[in-house]
């Protein structure tokens, strides 16, 4: 079956009842990203998004778009500003609870073709295993969806060893997707704070992973990691430099480029050249089909981007279907 590994669900009932219970941090969370993008850029993405709200929220449109595509299971995860990271703990609970809720839900109406990835509260790390199993065993959910920071935890956070431990133990894939940039204002116009700030966020959050030896700890985590991973498997040679000439980036065991092999990467690059790359630096079974759908910065038909590549025609059936489907062979399930 071809599968769209990155595919989002817009939750606007919850979203109403986070305002209702924090309308201040909502409102503090939305002049963030005012800052963050500039308000033209927002302004274009609220009608974008707007247009495409069906898509975003019907099962039936869904359906309908990815039989336009030629996609025949998606994995789905919300959009990104369901995240919540300023949450406080009971909120940020709530929400990650619901949510898992809801992904089931919409999945379960078409589970033939649909796969979800629900969510954590990852500035809490205390509560994210709690939340990872009441995922994966209590909602049958794939995996979970987790930004590329939260508050004051990053990726190589200590605190986030036990939630690893039990990615690991379930076989279940942990889909690393950014929302907003730490750059701020110096990324709120022309929309870079998409187009240099996901990428950018992706490289620093896979750094965090590599180089803080997560996935020595843990080898058998399956990590996907949206937008091809960002701006890292194409300047990794940096950070094999830095392995071997600085001590304090020497945490992990073998040189960065050695772990792009031990992460799976999405197709959402643009470009097909940039495509051909990341199956040389990652291998030809770590590349997953994504699309982003099905918001603007996503790809359009996304089967054809990957068949125009000009990639050896198994190595394109494995990246349309195969290689996500082993992804999830091994996974306990509910």
């Given at each position: 079956?071809?599968?769209?590994?990155?595919?989002?669900?817009?939750l606007p009932?919850?979203?109403?009842?986070?305002?209702?219970?924090?309308?201040?941090?909502?409102?503090?969370?939305?002049?963030?990203?005012?800052?963050?993008?500039?308000v033209?850029s927002?302004?274009?993405?609220?009608a974008?998004?707007?247009?495409?709200?069906?898509?975003?929220?019907?099962?039936?449109?869904?359906?309908?778009a990815?039989?336009?595509?030629?996609?025949?299971r998606?994995?789905?995860s919300?959009?990104?500003?369901h995240f919540?990271?300023?949450?406080?703990?009971?909120?940020?609970?709530?929400?990650?609870?619901?949510?898992?809720?809801?992904?089931?839900?919409?999945?379960?109406?078409?589970?033939?073709?649909?796969?979800?990835l629900?969510?954590?509260?990852?500035?809490?790390?205390?509560?994210?295993?709690?939340?990872?199993?009441d995922?994966?065993?209590?909602?049958?959910?794939?995996?979970?969806e987790?930004?590329?920071?939260?508050?004051?935890?990053?990726?190589?956070d200590?605190?986030?060893?036990p939630?690893?431990?039990?990615?690991?133990?379930?076989?279940c894939?942990?889909?690393?997707?950014?929302?907003?940039?730490?750059?701020d204002?110096?990324?709120?116009?022309?929309?870079?704070?998409?187009?240099?700030?996901?990428?950018?966020?992706?490289?620093?959050?896979?750094?965090?992973?590599?180089?803080?030896?997560?996935?020595d700890r843990?080898?058998d985590?399956?990590?996907?990691?949206?937008?091809?991973?960002?701006?890292?498997?194409?300047?990794?040679?940096r950070?094999d430099?830095?392995?071997?000439?600085?001590?304090?980036?020497?945490?992990?065991a073998?040189?960065?480029?050695?772990?792009?092999?031990?992460?799976?990467?999405?197709t959402?690059?643009?470009?097909?050249?940039a495509l051909?790359?990341?199956?040389?630096?990652?291998?030809?079974?770590?590349v997953?089909?994504?699309?982003?759908?099905?918001?603007?910065m996503?790809?359009?038909?996304?089967?054809?981007?990957?068949?125009?590549?000009?990639?050896?025609?198994?190595?394109?059936?494995?990246?349309?279907?195969?290689?996500?489907?082993?992804?999830?062979?091994?996974?306990?399930?509910?």
């Amino acid at each position: 079956m071809t599968t769209d590994v990155h595919a989002h669900l817009l939750l606007p009932a919850l979203h109403d009842e986070v305002v209702r219970r924090a309308p201040e941090l909502v409102a503090e969370a939305a002049e963030l990203e005012r800052r963050r993008n500039g308000v033209e850029s927002l302004q274009a993405s609220g009608a974008m998004v707007g247009a495409r709200i069906p898509k975003l929220t019907d099962v039936g449109a869904r359906l309908a778009a990815m039989d336009a595509q030629g996609v025949d299971r998606q994995w789905v995860s919300v959009s990104p500003n369901h995240f919540y990271p300023w949450a406080p703990e009971g909120l940020a609970v709530w929400v990650a609870g619901e949510t898992n809720r809801l992904i089931a839900e919409h999945v379960s109406r078409a589970p033939d073709r649909l796969t979800g990835l629900g969510v954590v509260p990852l500035q809490h790390p205390e509560r994210i295993v709690e939340y990872l199993d009441d995922a994966v065993l209590g909602r049958g959910l794939a995996g979970v969806e987790i930004s590329s920071f939260a508050g004051d935890v990053e990726l190589s956070d200590e605190r986030l060893e036990p939630f690893w431990a039990r990615a690991a133990e379930l076989g279940c894939v942990v889909f690393l997707h950014p929302f907003g940039c730490s750059l701020d204002e110096r990324l709120d116009r022309f929309y870079l704070s998409n187009t240099v700030g996901q990428p950018t966020e992706n490289a620093v959050a896979l750094s965090h992973l590599i180089f803080a030896g997560v996935l020595d700890r843990h080898p058998d985590l399956k990590i996907v990691a949206a937008h091809g991973g960002g701006y890292l498997p194409f300047a990794i040679g940096r950070s094999d430099r830095a392995w071997h000439v600085r001590p304090e980036a020497r945490r992990c065991a073998h040189a960065p480029s050695s772990y792009l092999k031990k992460l799976w990467f999405d197709t959402v690059v643009h470009d097909p050249v940039a495509l051909r790359h990341l199956v040389e630096v990652a291998g030809g079974s770590r590349v997953l089909l994504g699309s982003d759908f099905p918001f603007d910065m996503g790809l359009d038909d996304p089967v054809s981007f990957v068949r125009g590549a000009d990639l050896p025609p198994e190595l394109t059936e494995r990246i349309l279907s195969s290689n996500a489907e082993a992804l999830l062979q091994t996974r306990v399930r509910a």
